[in-house]
């Protein structure tokens, strides 16, 4: 038998489950409810509406791919520094809220935003204001960054570990300055991490859907929710499939940007 | 050389990593334009000294001069030294040139010897790719690194080091992991380099061949100290003790008994020899070269034995021969056959004679007569 054949199981769940369905959705977007071929779906997104709806989800996912890069180069920088022993266990503090629920993550979040939340009665028991925090868009990038951030540590962390030191030595031995070292050899050498911690943030981060809704009260709507809501509460699977279409391009288009930025990056792999 | 050009003076260095001592009181100058070689077994703290006058590690006490000046807590991007790393170390983000390139980008144009911008570049431009011809890797510019083989990325890692023009250059067993014949020919190159560009080498190896082949100056180094430190020559030809001897080249290494100046007793025999000044039936370490022992007659040797095994080695045969209670290594053209009796004589000038030190590795050369030695054992 075939090496390649101890790969069937796996081949026939993707047909099942990824192809089929991918052809559902290209099918359903380019037809009206009764199977007539229509570009109508489409047009129907180019709406002032629609697009604000969508500017929305790539804004938000930038601030939080942003932040995540922010909070998550420097924890990376530092557990992954060579004096520090004790890295092991804070790696699997970073991991453990994975072993969870992203919904049960969402929903310990909201009890601690909530107006009578856990944060607010502390604020109020030490004599300050409570503060609207559920039901703004800050709680909803909180959420996603809370989600999100140890997809960024983790590839930046393994690409810093596996750095050899002799290479910082060598920056030093060259005429770098501690300074120099990190912005001519550290940075440089970790992009292939950060792109991979990009690609893994931003992603999911675009078509993030219920977190918003959370932890929103509803006040926040993205793609993922317009798109849940056409194929739920709307029954319009056409509409919905067209919209997903539109974001699975989009997010092809920004993997292979990516690529260009470093065609060795171990994201993606598409172009 | 001019014995007072001392361009790097340790003094009394020592370095402890927590409770284990890795160098102890080593006292060591480097001459300008030398080729120094520091030699030794893994873990006798040869790397450790590299690293201090490279400024990776500071010295738990005692101080480096470099030309007189105390250098001791410099940093490295502050010395006028460059390295050359055992696993090359090369920036995988850049290519050959910008690898090459790396220190002399640091440099300010007024530092490069120009006046602006276009001119540096220019000037870096000159520089690389006169290394690139020095270390044979002309129209590898625009190569990745990762698509060199080892002995292409040393040359790289060489070429790095030297385009800055360092007073000194250290090298941490830079050829340790090539194969035999290109660290042959890397060590004559590294050699001629180092001639034509006037530059101080300080090499670590552990190959003592190599470091007969390449060095000026050979610091022999053992358990945190200096064993000894001299030309090649007068290391492998005067060795100043038992672990230099038996380190430096292949050494018979027998205890005996120096009787009066110029007169040793050893194997139950008294011989002739050309040492002085120890004491009168003082304990000694007697090491002999096996090349320089001379098998003749059984009838006619200061010494007789067995030979106990033949190996050919290409350009002699090594046997061992047991004479007495000692196996003697012995290292001749002619073969003479297993089991058959010969005579061994040993002229005065190649019995050199060593205080004892205490080496308890040393006596693997006693034989034992019911056929268990300690070699074997």
Known sequence: MKRSWYASPYALWMVLFTVVPLLFVCWYAFTTPSGAFTLDNFSKIAQPMYLLVLWDSLRLALYCTALCLLIGYPTAYFLASRDFSRAQSLVVLIIVPMWMNFLLRTYAMMTLLEDNGVLNTLMRAMGLPGMKMIGTEGAVVLGMVYNYLPFMVLPIYTVLKKMDYSVIEAAQDLGCNPLQVVSRVVLPMSIPGVVSGITMVFMPAVTTFSISRLLSSGMVYLVGDMIEDYFISMNNRNVGSSISLVMLVLIILSIGFLRKVDPDSEGGGLW | ?377
């Not at chain 2, 090459?100 to 520089?127: M, S």
């Not at chain 2, 990762?146 to 250290?170: D, F, K, T």
């Not at chain 2, 190896?205 to 053992?222: G, K, R």
């Not at chain 2, 002699?316 to 058959?340: A, D, L, N, R």
Request: contains cysteine; negative net charge; aromatic residues 6%.
């Open chain 2, 1 to 377: 050389m001019v014995q007072d050009m001392r361009l790097i003076e340790l003094k009394g260095v020592c370095k402890s990593f927590g409770d284990t001592e890795v160098l102890h009181d080593v006292d060591l100058y480097i001459r300008k334009c030398e080729f120094i070689t520091l030699l030794g077994p893994s873990g006798c703290g040869k790397t450790t000294l590299l690293r201090i006058i490279g400024g990776f590690e500071m010295p738990t006490s005692g101080e480096v001069l470099f030309e007189g000046k105390d250098m001791t807590g410099i940093p490295p991007h502050k010395r006028r030294i460059n390295t050359v790393f055992q696993k090359y170390a090369l920036f995988n983000h850049l290519n050959v040139y910008d690898n090459i390139a790396f220190g002399l980008n640091l440099k300010t144009p007024e530092q490069l010897g120009v006046k602006t911008k276009a001119e540096k570049k220019a000037e870096i431009e000159r520089r690389v790719s006169r290394m690139l011809k020095l270390v044979k890797m002309e129209g590898y510019e625009k190569r990745s690194t990762n698509a060199l083989s080892g002995g292409q990325q040393q040359r790289i890692a060489i070429a790095r080091a030297l385009v800055n023009e360092p007073e000194v250059l250290l090298l941490d067993e830079p050829l340790g992991a090539l194969d035999l014949k290109l660290r042959k020919e890397m060590q004559l190159e590294l050699k001629a380099m180092q001639q034509q560009l006037g530059i101080t080498f300080i090499y670590v190896t552990h190959d003592q061949e190599e470091a007969l082949t390449m060095s000026d100056t050979i610091a022999v180094m053992n358990g945190g100290r200096v064993q000894q430190i001299g030309d090649p020559k007068r290391i492998y030809d005067e060795p100043k003790n038992a672990f230099v001897a038996d380190f430096i080249g292949e050494s018979n290494i027998i205890p005996g008994e120096m009787l009066e100046d110029d007169l040793v007793r050893f194997s139950d025999t008294e011989f002739q020899c050309v040492d002085e000044g120890f004491e009168k039936n003082e304990p000694v370490d007697v090491v002999i070269r096996p090349e320089d022992i001379m098998i003749v007659g059984e009838d006619v040797g200061m010494l007789t034995g067995t030979v106990q095994s033949v190996v050919f080695k290409g350009v002699h045969y090594e046997m061992i021969v047991i004479s007495g209670q000692f196996k003697w290594k012995v290292q001749s053209t002619t073969m003479q056959p297993v089991g058959s009796r010969v005579g061994m004589t040993i002229v005065p000038y190649n019995i050199h004679i060593m205080h004892r030190t205490d080496m308890p590795n040393i006596p693997d050369n006693i034989y034992v007569p019911d056929g268990e030695s300690r070699e074997e054992a």
